[in-house]
């Protein structure tokens, strides 16, 4: 059997794609289904782009991403997250989404096991079985904020191991895994000798606390460092990831795997991203600080059940019955678009994204309200 047989599509997508087609026939949908921030791409970054199409820097590049910013990327990750990688070390990709995939197919052999944490974001599941591999979902606890356990670690880690998946901040639960979990997950790859692929894309949104990279903790041929400007610089439709890793045998394929799927990534969203990485996106985090407010203390005054998101822009909330029936009703009934948690391996959880503006968040959360007092 083909590995796509047992693939679904994207549930968000799905969704989003639902909420879209009511909102184009006049609906007052309240979407909050994509992990998209609504904030446009600052208009420096965009300039940056236009300047190198009329410079003409529409051609074929190095597919690994030009020079300029891999030494950019190397720059920006050693200032502002005390993160050390050269840009040899950097293969740039469409997006974060194109970087994990080259990563699972550069270390996975058939059958390989990628030891996840549920919830846990909806491709990766796909992107294993994709590359041929065997994904090992580890079911996590509310009661433990979702973070996982030593034991529930070393109760699925089998000789067939060969990556331990980490995504700390994480989507769906927007929950931060605390320094004591990642060294736990590091002695272990370490002493396994496991690769660790640490999904790092939302750890410029962070809001309580502060970011706790696996660089360091994981020895440095074991672990496959990914990261992207989506979602810190509103830039998802720019398609502009990155693989990290001082394995040179596993930056080699990944970097061969890139020239034969893709080549390069767009040439001016690279010249792009040479500005992002100088670019100050505290106003957005800010924004970002004051939605979460709002949205945590609605979901308390509603009485409702969750973590508190520390990072990303989520909010993972305990239903009652059928998480998927939940999601039909309240978007048939209050035109209010959500995910399920069984599209992230977690029954019984709703994910709201407040990557929207607060007006929004406040007319979404209104109808959501109604809905529950409804008996719903």
């Not at 591999?133 to 880690?157: A, H, M, Q, R």
């Not at 830039?235 to 502009?240: H, I, N, Q």
């Amino acid at each position: 059997m083909h590995p796509t047989e047992s693939i679904a599509p994207s549930k968000t997508l799905e969704i989003d794609a639902l909420a879209k087609k009511l909102l184009s026939e006049g609906k007052d949908v309240i979407n909050f289904t994509v992990g998209e921030p609504d904030f446009p791409t600052p208009s420096n970054i965009a300039e940056k782009a236009i300047e190198a199409i009329r410079k003409g820097y529409t051609k074929y590049v190095d597919s690994n991403g030009i020079p300029q910013l891999r030494e950019a990327i190397s720059k920006y990750l050693a200032e502002k997250k005390k993160v050390f990688y050269t840009p040899d070390d950097i293969v740039v990709s469409n997006g974060g989404k194109q970087a994990l995939f080259n990563a699972f197919s550069a270390i996975l052999d058939e059958g390989d096991e990628v030891l996840m944490f549920a919830p846990l974001w909806v491709s990766y599941i796909p992107q294993v079985l994709l590359a041929r591999g065997k994904p090992v979902v580890v079911k996590t606890k509310f009661e433990n904020n979702f973070v996982p356990t030593k034991d529930e670690i070393l109760n699925n880690i089998t000789d067939r191991t060969k990556v331990i998946l980490v995504n700390s901040p994480n989507n769906p639960t927007g929950g931060i895994y605390d320094r004591e979990t990642l060294e736990t997950i590091a002695k272990i790859a370490n002493e396994r000798n496991v690769f660790v692929v640490s999904d790092e894309v939302y750890d410029d949104l962070v809001y309580d606390g502060t970011h706790i990279s696996m660089y360091g903790l994981v020895k440095d041929e074991l672990l496959i460092y990914v990261n992207a400007f989506s979602k810190s610089h509103a830039m998802t439709g720019w398609r502009v990831g990155y693989t990290a890793t001082k394995n040179k045998e596993i930056k080699k394929r990944i970097s061969k795997i890139q020239s034969h799927v893709s080549s390069n990534i767009n040439t001016p969203a690279q010249y792009a991203a040479i500005e992002a990485c100088n670019t100050d996106n505290k106003p957005m985090i800010e924004e970002f600080k004051k939605r979460r407010e709002f949205i945590m203390n609605k979901a308390k005054e509603y009485g409702l059940e969750f973590i508190e998101p520390k990072g990303a822009f989520y909010l993972f909330f305990k239903v009652s019955g059928n998480d998927e029936e939940f999601c039909k009703q309240l978007l048939s009934e209050k035109l209010v678009a959500t995910v399920p948690g069984s599209a992230f391996e977690m029954p019984g959880f709703v994910r709201i994204s407040f990557a929207t503006s607060i007006e929004k968040i406040e007319e979404g959360m209104k109808r959501l309200g109604e809905f529950i007092r409804s008996g719903n």
